[in-house]
């Protein structure tokens, strides 16, 4: 309890306050150079009032070329998203989203979802970014923060020094500065090297003149297109089929959309970048949609019937909140035969109060446990992917409950004992409610007693179960899910950043020192408590339980692991992902050791389990790894040993080096690669205080093909004559200025006069590489050093 306490305490003195900053990306490439912005005490060249920039075709791509990669999403500085016209008509508000030590929950301020006009906005201490006062031409920029903030820029250039001077503050934790019309003197009076954008080269001539025409011009806008053609006709199909007036459809639908809420669904199988969300409406399809707004996907619609439709998707595609999904023939042919084929009956639709809503082992009891578990398989990654880069996407507290790279893989729902096992444990639901039950105002003591008594008594029940169940030749390879010989979501690979993470398909970089195995009730539980359940608005008590009861999950994925491995060689595998934690961990072995004393059927032939087990791992889901992260074989043989070499590089060395860094071989025709250093760590059971847990001895290293990672720390750049020397500086890093002289040599940073062309081509790259999947990155976590 005092442990407890001092969490608690901990967090309340901690608040994520957010960057004041502006990133960038370009669609097309450019020449290097051309962004260089010299001091100039000239007037922009604005284009006729009569005329402004039309919105689509050319405001649009600038500001998603230079500001949208920090103003996009949650996370934006002064709430300022910038992704879409609505956000910046919203304005800015001086409340900061991600705040763990927040007493009371707030109301949320979901673009597009919690409010729809400005005046609405206003209402909840929104402030305007544009002119709201004249209609002027002068006033419009002078009125303006936006146009402020980067007559600021124009004005004092970017510092040519590297690192940037102490005045600039990138640190997550900063205070913030929300300028408003009346503030905006003073801000560019006490902050002249603040302009936007912020920390960043400036903007080149035509987008700075491109911006302040438009602004000038009364930043006119004209509605997007409505949708057309096949995409129409796709969504008159889906909508028809989740519409259905039967109560098996209904519940597959509301089933479907808990669980896709987040997801930006595309319908062309090819490379379109046309997205669209599922929305719950108070209309039918064929009528004007009203969407029904609330903090959760299961909360009350109070609606009499809910009708799920499709809408376009209106916000700039971000790497960090993309998540894409097909609909398509074969997915509706699959929910068929999931849902709506088998037999079984409903005789009335699920209650939306919150101690059956939030707990989907009992809102969804009709429909089979095996269509809920195949259908989360299907798209495992997506799965994982929604807790990674859904509403929690900011934050120690939220990403420090795992470690910083691990395997995933998933128990077989083919095998009888896996099947029959699951569902009894998941039988009494009462012992599965989750945190979320208790809505987004929490006391996190009482929470965390009351729902850590359930889980244990739900993990005494399942090994008891295993016990009884399981026999010795039960206990193989079978018990793990090999994709049925074809799907690539078998295995996954998930990295963290810190603060952030990512999740791939396959056993990405060398064995990792955990694994976990996860089966129907733990990933149900995951979309629950982290997504579906998680309340970014909600107060501390919502936060830290959700996080705590995220161990029990994470510790009951890794005993299935541990369950392949010879019941002497368990413990001793435990003890080491665990050092240095307190009883309560050991306690938790404890009653693993005890409960279930079953031996492996798995026979052993080395003195080292683990590692024969990995290998036993991968050639069973050999025929669906997904390789597209290995260093390809077709490269230079001299370029791929140096990569396998900087792949080699392990201990304090590599302290020296960010989470996440981009390397680009310029003369290779396969030149862009990631640099992935995971932090070494005795252990990943305490929320806070990470740097005591810190072993420096430990850190690794992994190099992948392409990009991996949404939030970049740096970026490097060099011809492939030079990647020798790169690797051998990395070797010999013994401090922050060999650090600094690496970067001097090999790095595109914040004030280099080439980094906007540079972020250009690398966006462009993506792009080529993943066409469905690639985003903007953000650059609010870009060094400076």
Known sequence: MQGLKGIIIAAGVVGLVLL?????????????????????????????EAHPPDYWGEVKPVL?????????????PCQMNLSAHE???????????YDPGRLLAIAPTRLFEDAHSTEQWRKMDFFPVLNEGKPVKTAQSEASVMARMLQLKRDNPQPKTSPLPASFDFSLDRKQFCATSDSVHRFTKEKPLWGMPYGLPNLANREFDTLMGWIEGGAPYREPSPTTGKNLEDITRWEHFLNGDGLKTQLMARYLYEHLF???????????????RLVRSRTPPGEPLDTIGARRPYDDPKVKRVYYRITPLRTTILAKTHMPYAFNPARMARYTALFLEPDYAVTRLPSYKPEIAANPFDAFQDIPLDSRYRFLLDEARFTIMNFIKG?????QVALGVINQRFWIVFVNPNNPEVAHGQQEVTRDHHKLKMPTVEASNTDPISTWLKYSKLEKKYFTQKLKYMREALRPEDI???????GDGSNDNAALTVFRHRDNATVVKGFVGDTPKTVVALGYPLLERIHYLLVAGYDIFGNIGHQLSSRLYMDFIRMDGEFNFLTLLPKDARRSEWDFWYRDTDEKMKAHLEQYMTLFDRETGIEYQTQQPKQELIGLLKKRLKPVLNTAYAIPATIDVQVAAALKKLSNIQGLTLSWLPQVAFLRIEDLNEGDYTLLHSNGLSNVSDLFFEKKRRLPKEDTLTVVRGFLGAYPNAFYQMKKSELPAFVNAIEGLRGEADYRALVARFGIDRRHPDFWAHSDQLIAAYREQAPIEAGLFDYNRLENR
């Open 20 to 48: 004041l900053a502006v990133g960038g990306f370009f669609l097309g490439k450019t020449t290097k150079g051309q962004n260089e912005v010299k001091a100039t005490t000239e007037p922009p060249t604005l284009v006729a």
């Open 87 to 97: 956000g910046i008509v919203r304005g800015a508000n001086k409340t900061v989203v």
């Open 391 to 395: 509403p929690v996407c900011l934050g």
């Open 476 to 482: 193989t390879l079978d018990l793990v899910w090999d």
């Open 64 to 76: 998603d070329a230079r500001c949208v990669v920090c103003h996009g999403c949650y996370d934006a």
């Open 262 to 276: 987040l997801a930006h669904i595309y319908f062309d199988e090819g490379n379109s970048r046309t997205f669209f």
